[in-house]
Nanobody, 125 residues
Framework: VQLVGSGGDLVQPGGSLNLSCTVS????????MAWFRQAPGRGREGFAC????????YYVDSVKGRFTISRDNSKNTVYLQMNSLKPEDTAMYYC???????????????????WGQGTQVTVSS
């Protein structure tokens, strides 16, 4: 599986970014997809998940109301629209299959072997 993220940048607090992640070597619409992030000195955390057809999403509280996850199965791509960015959102961002199922299951990347290329988001004034 190849996972290639893009769209990260340096942005001021309160700003917005739209991340993309293209997936290959995977039957994309067989899996729920999730976004993860890892800040310096911290573990990787999953925070947004979208089911196989994009009709069901889940967010952790820290991003709820600010971030929107979506997917386009025709392009094997998952997106993350991030608004009202905060300095604590600074991290390397990755996408990956959330688990082994078409629906968000709480696995949060448990079965991911190779995390692929992330994209850096820095929120700073």
């Amino acid at each position: 599986v190849q996972l290639v993220g893009s769209g990260g940048d340096l942005v001021q607090p309160g700003g917005s970014l739209n991340l993309s992640c293209t997936v290959s070597a995977l039957t994309f619409d067989d899996f729920a997809m999730a976004w993860f992030r890892q800040a310096p000195g911290r573990g990787r955390e999953g925070f947004a998940c979208v089911n196989w057809n994009g009709r069901s999403v889940y967010y952790v509280d820290s991003v709820k109301g600010r971030f929107t996850i979506s997917r386009d199965n025709s392009k094997n791509t998952v997106y993350l629209q991030m608004n009202s960015l905060k300095p604590e959102d600074t991290a390397m961002y990755y996408c990956a299959p959330e688990g082994l199922r078409p629906h968000c299951s709480g696995a949060w990347g448990k079965y991911v072997e190779h995390w692929g290329q992330g994209t850096q988001v820095t929120v700073s004034s």
